[in-house]
Every structure is written in C-alpha cells, then in structure tokens.
C-alpha cells in the first residue's frame, strides 16, 4: 500500500475536507510539476552539448512529497541535457541503507556525485570518501559539517524561512491591531538541525514585534503526524490567532485537524511551497493564507551546477571561471497577491 493510500485511510472521514484539499502535493511522476532549464546556446554558451558527464545521485526514499519533487526534478533535468548521464541509486529508508549504496556508487566512479542525505552528519563520511576518490561532490539540501565533504552545497534558507514566516504573522496581526496575540507553531523532526533553524528564525522574528509562540508541537514531516501535533496544539489553545506549520506534506494532517475541530479564530503559514498549498492560497477558503518557500526545484539546479563541476566550467553570469562553493536560496513569502507567479514551482 503506498504511503498516501495509507494516510487516506487513517484519516476516514474527519480528513475530507482538508485532505481533499492537500493530497495533491504528494502526487509526483517526473514529467509532472518539475522545473527544468533547457537554457538556449545563443544567449548561454554552457547550454551547449560538451563533454559528457556521469552525474551519480541518491536521495532518501520518495516516501514525501517535496523528497519525490527533488528525485523528480533531478531526473527531468538530467533529461534536458544530450551530455548528462545520471545514475540514481535506491538510497533506502535510513541512512545505513544510504551509505551502502552510495558505496557502490563511488566504486562505479561517476564524473560528478549529488546527495541529498538522510542525515548531514550521518553521511559526511560517505562526501570525504567520495572526494578522496577524486569524485565532486554536489551536497543537496541537509548540510555536510566537514566543507572537505563537498565540492558545492547547495541548499534551502532554514533560518530564513522561519524569518519568512514570522514576518509575515507579525505584519498581518499588527495590522488586526492585535498586540499580545496566541501564536502556534508546529515544526517537523525536532532533532534536525534544519528544523532547530527554521524555529529560531521564526522566534527572532516574532520577536521583532514583541511577539512570541504560545505553544510548539512538533511534528514529522508526514501527514499523519501533523494531525496528531495540530490536535493536541489546539486541544491546547483554545483560541490562537496564528499558526506556523513548517512543512505543507505534514500540513495535510493539521489541515484535517483543524477542520476536525472546526475551527475557525485563526489564520495559518505553511512551508515549502507545495502545489495544492499554492491553490488553496488562492482559493482564499480555508485557514491557509501564505506559506514560505522551500523548493524542491533546487533538485534541478543542483544537476545543472554538477554538469558545470563534471564539464570543467564556471556560471556564465558570474565572472569566476569556477561553480562557487556554496549557494543557498532565498525564502520567498507566497499569499494570494503572487500565488499566480509562483504556481509553477509548486511540488
């Protein structure tokens, strides 16, 4: 049974509405919702067929929906290029599994490598090795700690995020005129230095407008989990005036939760950018009112910047002759105002 069958049935009928409103994002095949950049040879040189790269890859089992986007999205920009050859391997559900396929991967000798790890610190090992083994290494999303793992890392804005979004709570409640508002927060995995970023952006921001979270459950980044986290946050509150969820795969679970309790005496931000969470944004009919990027299209860049590494060139629009080290990408603020503009990098 697949993981979003699975999550239809535990939800029965209190998920309908707000299931039926958020299943989509989990949907993805890779010529659905992906971004891909075909580039033109007139105007960039570097979209021009060179020599052919090997590019490996591993990823995290598609068991979520942004995780499926970022397979997705590297697979069709793979595509796009006549001189990319990529290998995906099957990287399992841990980070053991991982690290043993990723072994078979660096023994075949691929020109460039790309991961996405389980766990930055789990799998740095597997970057040094690669790199000893003369292979770049193209670190996706959850950050390697040693900087010798890695050739490039690219990756989200985590702080930025939380940044993103309690800027965008602390605005709308000032302008209600509410000045000591109940603010709800529900993160993924608390042991991730990625969610210990987003919660700390998110405190610094409220705080910029003397704001502060009343309550915090935390979450796993599934849907099932986020039911159970939004249920006991508003068994918790009885009245809120805002929620920060931080993950729109789990959103489908607190969405369902909060239609369970038919609640209706707050606004919510959700996080990454799925496509239906883009939708209902624009549908303007339910609690969600903004989310905040996080998007699994760096899948494609990351791709695009290994085939630089393997083809020996730099950025065209950059001066250096060399891919830089590290980039990471803004957090941009999605609500009904720019839905239209951001839909196409929904997951």
């Known amino acids: 049974m697949s993981n979003l069958s699975r999550r239809r049935i535990l939800f029965g009928g209190a998920a309908v509405g707000a299931g039926a409103l958020l ?33 490996g890859f591993s990823a995290p089992a598609a068991d ?85 793992a890695y050739r490039l890392q690219i990756k989200g804005d985590n702080f930025g995020m939380g940044i993103a979004a309690g800027t965008y709570i602390g605005q709308q409640l000032k302008a209600k005129g509410i000045t000591n508002p109940i603010i709800g927060e529900i993160p993924g995995i608390d042991s991730l230095e990625l969610t210990q970023e987003r919660s700390k952006g998110f405190v610094e921001a409220l705080a910029s407008f003397g704001f502060k979270v009343a309550n915090r459950r935390p979450a796993d980044f599934t849907a099932d989990g986020g039911q159970r986290a939004a249920t006991d946050l508003l068994q918790a509150l009885p009245k809120i005036d805002a929620i920060w ?25 959700g996080g990454a950018g799925s496509k239906a969470a883009i939708d209902a944004i624009t549908a303007d009919n339910g609690p969600l009112k903004a989310t905040v990027t996080y998007s699994p299209s760096m899948a494609s860049s990351a791709i695009s910047l290994a085939r630089l590494i393997g083809q020996n060139k730099g950025m065209s629009d950059l001066v250096e002759l060399q891919v830089p080290k590290e980039i990471t990408l803004a957090s941009e603020t999605i609500t009904k105002e720019n839905a239209a503009q951001y839909a196409k990098l929904g997951f």
């Open 64 to 148: 979520h929906g942004w995780i499926a986007a970022i397979t997705n999205n590297a697979k069709a920009q793979a595509q796009a290029y006549k001189d990319v050859e990529l290998r995906a391997v099957e990287a399992g559900a841990d980070a053991a599994t991982q690290r043993a396929a990723l072994a078979t991967l660096i023994a075949q000798k691929p020109n460039v490598l790309v991961m996405l790890p389980h766990d930055g610190k789990e799998l740095n090992a597997s970057g040094l090795e690669a790199m000893k083994a003369g292979i770049p290494v193209v670190n996706l999303d959850r950050a390697f700690p040693d900087r010798a």
């Open 245 to 269: 969820n931080h993950d729109d795969d789990q959103g489908i679970g607190v969405l369902a939760a909060i239609n369970q309790a038919a609640r209706k005496d707050f606004f919510m931000v």
């Open 23 to 55: 299943t989509a994002c989990t949907s993805n095949t890779p010529q659905e919702n992906t971004q891909v950049n075909t580039g033109n040879e007139d105007s960039n040189p570097n979209a021009a067929p060179g020599t052919k790269v090997v590019i």
